[in-house]
């Protein structure tokens, strides 16, 4: 691709009128070299030189020393960096000098460890002695049963993921008795995915797994990778429950990276819409086709990854017909065959472009790529900058293009492209202690070996009122001081690292010569998804669903051509359940503490693909779900109320506007994605008007406490970012977060659709909140809030 002959087209505003950009070219960087004090073994220093690798960078040798020294790391540099030998040659380099010696390889996902199974065995092949050392093999969900005891008893470098250990490799651990005790090495890969949910039960699993190497009397050490966060170390010291040293002077090369961001046209309504993101990105992506360029396009949800998909081949059909069979769309949900047959075709070079999900954001080798564009802000600085990364893993030149919706903080990184270029990522945050998480580890735990004296120190201080818990609902027994699971079943097989809910639906089509499995969704989706009268996207193709059997878990769908898509629309409460902490603010209260929130999907929009028209609703008739977990608020008292309403403002849509600007701004403080929070604004549980926001996670995950414990940071945000937008009442730009619980599953260009808060009330009540007049200028000190208080 002609790099220069693209971006001279992007910025041709006879070709993209109305569109605002901004382009900032970040300079390439030159490689840095060490050498090993004392050399690699001949055998693979040999095996590096036939694959081209005469020297190593300097992050390389630097994770290579502290491994010789037995010190567990984690090396953080970016994209395309080599991260993989940082642990491959500690790997290989025991496996020499200790032909007993085991490695156990740990991928967030089975592509990822099928695809460094390849390059582990490429460099075992290219010397003798490691092809006479090295046996290397992948054990996860999808390898035949009949290969599994073969893996058990012959491979020394066995690659696996955090499931399948938390599932079959920890609860039979009998069976992996010497690999367990010849365990030398523990290698982590991409640790800054192992956040959230699935960091929280991931730091459970490898409590879990020390817990057993102990059993058999090893002590190995971690060898851990990342991508850029703000808390490489402290993050992986609470991920492993040991601490690291943290490798972090990037020595890789890299080329230029042109990068733009964004914004489409405005599409009327007095400047206060933009045109879809999802259709301008179809329009980007034929321009870098028409260019000879190979893309990758990232979309926030399933459902836009599909729009985008369908629109781009609809468009290539009819403009470059022989392109439109070497672009495909690439998401969960997609059964584990065809996910594997488009990572070939797309690394192998038969597709120009891919459409996806975060699927394809972790390090998997895709190829040689020349753009990346970037459907709506990813939700963390870490997550653009990966995802911006696959773009250039050659160290050429690359494109990057972050296309800004209509939500606030996508227009906020459009008016502050500082804030984009120079803040550092985020600092990542998981809650190994989360008592549901928790409960269930220790369960599985002690199905492993009795839970006893020695665990609290590995498991944490709720480790003894948590087993108690357990032996009260007949999980577990006690006898002689440890407690012993009670059950005759393995308790892991009930419990999902990655999704709340522990079991997934299966969505199946009628086929005239019987039923076939399409695709898979987890249960807490399944009612927002494939309710009954969705049209289900798979591929481009269109299904409507039929039936929703949630007893068997199954949704029934039809293959049918529609020219609709629909999105699920959802009612919610919130009811506090318990306060744990709370302190005044102004004449009103700020808190956190227990709720329980209650939505369902009660209807669905019929919305005409080309146009985004509405083109109907229909009803939904399902069970509600409930969900227990953590939430702050912050209640307006009678003299606040009374001042918006001395200014005509309706303190309602006041509380409204801060609500959508705190579920758009806390991801910014805390490393959460925007559809791992919501918030209400309700009137029936504290005696007052009060905006809340929760965890959509049971028990929480830390996020709404967070945003609790950096209330005045929040809020500073928030009315930074009314204050810098232009327009006059509210737009989606500013205080215009559409609904109450965003689905999960919609697509984002129809937020603009929905009642915007009025902008004058919000600006208000922040200006007020943050101890300003109203006219912005500072006024009150903050500390007029009062100290902390914990509630009884």
């Not at 949704?555 to 959802?570: H, M």
């Not at 953590?630 to 006041?654: D, F, I, N, Q, V």
Request: glycine content about 8%; aromatic content about 6%.
């Amino acid at each position: 691709m002609d790099v220069d002959a693209v971006i001279a087209e992007l910025i041709d505003d006879s070709r993209f009128p109305g569109r605002k950009r901004l382009l900032r070219t970040l300079p390439g960087r030159e490689a840095s070299y060490a050498t090993p004090d004392p050399q690699l073994p001949d055998g693979l220093r040999s095996a590096l030189e036939r694959l081209g690798i005469e020297r190593l960078y300097t992050h390389q040798v630097a994770a290579l020393e502290h491994a010789r020294s037995g010190r567990s790391i984690v090396t953080v540099t970016g994209t395309a960096s080599g991260k993989s030998l940082c642990y491959n040659l500690p790997v290989l380099e025991q496996s020499l000098l200790d032909p007993q010696a085991r490695a156990l390889y740990l991928f967030p996902t089975k592509a990822l460890s099928r695809d460094q199974l390849g390059g582990l065995e490429r460099l075992a092949a290219a010397s003798p002695d490691l092809r006479e050392r090295i046996r290397p093999d992948v054990f996860d969900g999808d390898t035949p049963t009949a290969r599994r005891r073969a893996i058990k008893e012959r491979a020394n470098v066995v690659m696996t993921n955090p499931d399948m250990l938390h599932v079959s490799l920890l609860p039979q651990h009998p069976k992996w008795s010497r690999f367990f005790a010849d365990l030398r090495v523990v290698v982590l890969d991409e640790v800054h995915t192992y956040r959230g949910i699935f960091g929280s039960h991931v730091a459970n699993v490898l409590r879990r797994l020390r817990r057993i190497c102990h059993h058999y009397g090893s002590d190995p050490v971690v060898l851990a990778t990342s991508a850029t966060v703000g808390n490489p170390g402290p993050l992986t010291e609470e991920l492993i429950g040991a601490p690291v040293s943290v490798v972090e002077e990037n020595g890789a090369p890299c080329g230029p990276k042109h990068i733009f961001l964004w914004s489409p046209a405005e599409a009327g309504l007095g400047g206060l819409a933009l045109k879809s993101a999802s259709d301008e990105a179809v329009l980007l992506l034929q321009t870098l086709l028409r260019h000879q360029g190979r893309a990758i396009t990232f979309t926030r949800t399933r459902l836009a990854s599909e729009l985008v998909y369908r629109g781009l081949t609809e468009r290539l059909a009819h403009h470059a017909p022989g392109l439109a069979s070497k672009v495909k769309a690439y998401r969960g949900g997609y059964l584990p065959d065809e996910r594997r047959a488009i990572e070939r075709d797309l690394f192998e070079g038969r597709l120009q472009a891919i459409v996806s999900t975060n699927a394809l954001e972790l390090g998997i080798d895709v190829g040689s790529l020349d753009a990346a564009v970037l459907i709506g802000y990813p939700g963390t600085i870490a997550s653009t900058w990966q995802q911006m990364g696959r773009a250039g893993r050659r160290a050429g030149p690359s494109v990057s293009i972050l296309i800004a919706q209509s939500d606030p903080i996508d227009q906020f990184m459009l008016r502050h492209p500082d804030y984009f270029f120079e803040q550092s990522p985020e600092a990542a945050t998981l809650d190994a202690e989360n008592p549901y998480i928790l409960s269930r580890h220790l369960s599985c735990a002690a199905f492993e070996l009795p839970l006893d004296e020695d665990d609290p120190p590995r498991f944490g201080p709720k480790t003894q009122e948590t087993a108690e818990q357990l032996q009260k609902e007949k999980r577990l027994t006690e006898t002689g001081g440890a407690y012993y699971w009670a059950r005759p079943d393995n308790p892991a097989v009930g419990v999902s690292l990655r999704h709340m809910a522990d079991n997934t639906f299966s969505i199946i089509e009628r086929r005239p010569e019987g039923e076939v499995v399409i695709a898979n969704v987890d249960a807490i989706s399944a009612p927002e998804l494939v309710y009954p009268e969705a049209v289900y996207l798979h591929a481009a193709e269109t299904y409507l669903v039929r039936e929703l059997d949630l007893e068997g878990k199954i949704a029934r769908v039809e293959r049918l051509e529609t020219d609709y898509y629909t999105q699920a629309i959802l009612e919610s409460n919130i009811k506090l359940r318990e306060r744990r902490r709370d302190k005044p603010w102004g004449d009103g209260e700020a808190g956190f503490g227990m709720v329980d929130v209650t939505w369902k999907t009660v209807a669905f929009k019929k919305i005409k693909f080309e146009t985004r028209e509405n083109l109907g609703m229909g009803p939904v008739d399902i069970p509600e779900q409930t969900l227990p977990t953590t939430g702050l608020w912050l209640a307006m008292g009678p003299e606040t109320r009374a001042l918006l309403k001395s200014m005509g403002y309706r303190p309602s849509e006041a509380l409204a506007g801060t609500r959508n600007l705190f579920v758009m701004a806390l991801p910014l403080l805390a490393m959460c994605d925007v559809r791992d929070i919501s918030g209400v604004v309700d009137s029936s549980n504290l005696g007052t008007s009060a905006l809340f926001v929760y965890d959509r996670y049971p028990h929480g995950l830390g996020y709404a406490e967070r945003g609790y414990e950096q209330l005045e940071r929040l809020l500073e945000m928030s009315c930074r970012m009314v204050e810098d937008c232009g327009c006059e009442e509210g737009c989606p730009s500013c205080v215009g977060l559409p609904n109450l619980r965003p689905a999960i599953h919609a697509d984002p260009d129809l937020s603009r659709g929905y009642p915007i808060p009025d902008k004058g009330a919000t600006l208000c009540l922040l200006r007020h909140w943050t101890g300003r007049s109203l006219t912005g200028e500072m006024e009150v000190s903050p500390a007029m809030r009062g100290e902390t208080s914990e509630a009884s």
